[in-house]
C-alpha cells in the first residue's frame, strides 16, 4: 500500500479530501478549527514537497442544492492563513479543472462544496424515499456518482484520503473516487493513519489487561460494539443510561430512569456472552438520582431532591443521572492497572455540572492508567466533550476524530474510506 511518507508530491497535484465540515457562527465565522488543524501535517507535507494541493470537504448537510449558509467561501481565508499560503476557491466543484490545472508546484485551491452536488452522497435530491420513482433515481444517481467522481479525479495526478470523519460512508469523494488512481497514487493523510492505528490497537495490537468502558443513554445502539469488545477485552465497564435496563433486567426496580423494557433480554444475553468470554463485566452498584431534572435546559428544576441509592432500589419517580461514589471507586479500580482503554459514552449526564462525577472518576482513572503507560483511546462524540470539559486531553493517548466513523471501526466494520484506498 502507498503512505504518504514515501510518496514524492515534487510536481504533482495531490486531490485530498479532508473534513473541513467546521462550526461557524452566525457571521460565519470558525468556532472551532480543530478539524482544519487535523488536517495540516498532511496538506504541508504535499506543499513542502514540491506539490499542488486540491483541497475538497462537505459542509453540513445542503442535500444536493447549493446554499451559501453551507459555502467553503467561508473558510478560505483561515484556510490560508492554517497552511501559510494563499489558497485560491473554485466555486463550483465540479467546474474547476481550469483552476486545478493552473496550480504551480507550492499553490492551493479549495473547491466548493462537494455537498451542493448530490452526486457526492449518491443520494436521488428532492424525491421521497416512499416515491415509487425513489429506486430508479437512486440507481441513476449512482451512475451520475461515478461520473461526478472522475471529473474530481481528472483535476490530479495522485488521491490523499485525510477524512476519517466520512471514512464510513461511500461518497463520490471518499472512496469511489479511490477507483480512478492506480494503488501507487492512492493513500491515506497522516491523520486517517493515526485514527488507523490507534483503532488497530485496540482492536488487533492489544496490550493487556484490555479495559473498555462503554456508557451514553441507550444499549441498543451500542450492541454491535459491545459484541465486537466482548472477544477482545478482559474487562467491560458499563455505565450510564444502559445501568438501568440491566437492573431492571436483573429484577431491580428503577424508578423513572432510562430503561429499554424491549431490551431486558439483551442484556441478559450480555452477561451470558461476557461469562462465556471470560469477561470481567463491570456494572455500577449504586446511582445518584433526583426527582426533577430538566432535560431540555440539561439542569435540576428548582426544590429538586438529589440523593444516592442502589442502581436497583431506585424510588418512584426518581430518575438515575449519574453513578454513585461506590460505583465511580468500582469504575476507578476496574481502570488501574490497564494496559489498553477504550472509552466511549458518558458516566451520566456530564452536560450539567451535579451529574459529572462518574464520568470525572472514569477519566481521571484513564488518565493516570496512561501515565503508567497504558494506551488509551477515547471516542464517538461525548466522551470527547467530557475529556475537555475536565481539562484532561493531553492526559490521554488518543482522542479520535471520528463519531460514528470510529464507532463503526470499532463495531469490527471495513470502512468504505479506508477500503478503498487498501483495494479491499
Ligand atoms: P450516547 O450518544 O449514547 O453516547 O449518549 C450520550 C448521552 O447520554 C449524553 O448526552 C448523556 O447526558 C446521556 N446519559 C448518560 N447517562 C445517562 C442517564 N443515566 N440517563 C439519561 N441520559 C444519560
Not at 506539490?51 to 481565508?77: E, Y
Not at 471518499?174 to 492505528?197: P, S, W
Not at 455540572?353 to 472514569?362: E, W
Request: charged residues 25%.
Amino acid at each position: 500500500m502507498q503512505t504518504i511518507d514515501k510518496f514524492n508530491f515534487a510536481g504533482k497535484k495531490a486531490i485530498v479530501r479532508v473534513d473541513f465540515n467546521v462550526p461557524l457562527d452566525e457571521n460565519g465565522k470558525i468556532t472551532d478549527d480543530t478539524r482544519i488543524r487535523g488536517a495540516l501535517p498532511t496538506l504541508k507535507k504535499i506543499l513542502a514537497d514540491g506539490g499542488s494541493l486540491i483541497i475538497m470537504s462537505h459542509m453540513g448537510k445542503p442535500k444536493g442544492k447549493v446554499n451559501a449558509k453551507f459555502s467553503l467561501s467561508q473558510i478560505v481565508d483561515a484556510v490560508s492563513a492554517a497552511l501559510g499560503v494563499k489558497v485560491a476557491f473554485a466555486p463550483d466543484c465540479a467546474k474547476a479543472a481550469d483552476a486545478a490545472k493552473a496550480l504551480k508546484p507550492g499553490e492551493a485551491l479549495l473547491l466548493e462544496n462537494l455537498r451542493f452536488y448530490g452526486e457526492e452522497e449518491g443520494k436521488p435530491v428532492g424525491i421521497d424515499k416512499e416515491d415509487p420513482a425513489y429506486e430508479a433515481a437512486k440507481k441513476e444517481m449512482k451512475s451520475k456518482q461515478k461520473d461526478f467522481a472522475k471529473t474530481l479525479a481528472s483535476y490530479a495526478d495522485c488521491y490523499v484520503n485525510d477524512a476519517f470523519g466520512t471514512a464510513h460512508r461511500k461518497h463520490a469523494s471518499t472512496a469511489v473516487i479511490a477507483d480512478y488512481f492506480d494503488a501507487n497514487n492512492k493513500m491515506l493523510g497522516y491523520l486517517m493513519e493515526k485514527e488507523v492505528k490507534a483503532v488497530d490497537n485496540v482492536l488487533n495490537n492489544i496490550k493487556r489487561p484490555f479495559v473498555a468502558i462503554m456508557g451514553g443513554s441507550k444499549v441498543s445502539t451500542k450492541i454491535g460494539i459491545i459484541e465486537n469488545l466482548m472477544t477482545k477485552v478482559d474487562k467491560l465497564v458499563l455505565c450510564g443510561g444502559m445501568t438501568y435496563t440491566f437492573a431492571k433486567a436483573n429484577g431491580g426496580t428503577v424508578g423513572a430512569s432510562i430503561c429499554e423494557e424491549d431490551k431486558l433480554d439483551l442484556a441478559l444475553n450480555i452477561q451470558e456472552l461476557a461469562k462465556k468470554n471470560n469477561v470481567e463485566l463491570v456494572l455500577g452498584t449504586d446511582s445518584v438520582v433526583t426527582n426533577a431534572f430538566n432535560f431540555d435546559s440539561m439542569s435540576l428544576k428548582p426544590g429538586a431532591d438529589v440523593k444516592v441509592c442502589p442502581s436497583g432500589a431506585i424510588p418512584e419517580g426518581y430518575e438515575g443521572l449519574d453513578a454513585g461514589p461506590k460505583s465511580q471507586e468500582k469504575f476507578a479500580n476496574a481502570i488501574k492497572g490497564a494496559k489498553t482503554i477504550l472509552w466511549n459514552g458518558p458516566a451520566g449526564v456530564f452536560e450539567c455540572d451535579d451529574f459529572t462525577a462518574g464520568s470525572k472518576a472514569i477519566a481521571n482513572a484513564i488518565a493516570a492508567a496512561t501515565k503508567e503507560g497504558a494506551f488509551s483511546l477515547i471516542g464517538g462524540g461525548d466522551s470527547v466533550a467530557c475529556i475537555n470539559k475536565f481539562g484532561l486531553a493531553d492526559q490521554v493517548s488518543y482522542i479520535s476524530t471520528g463519531g460514528g466513523a470510529l464507532l463503526e471501526a470499532i463495531e469490527g466494520k471495513i470502512l468504505p474510506g479506508i477500503a478503498a484506498i487498501k483495494g479491499e
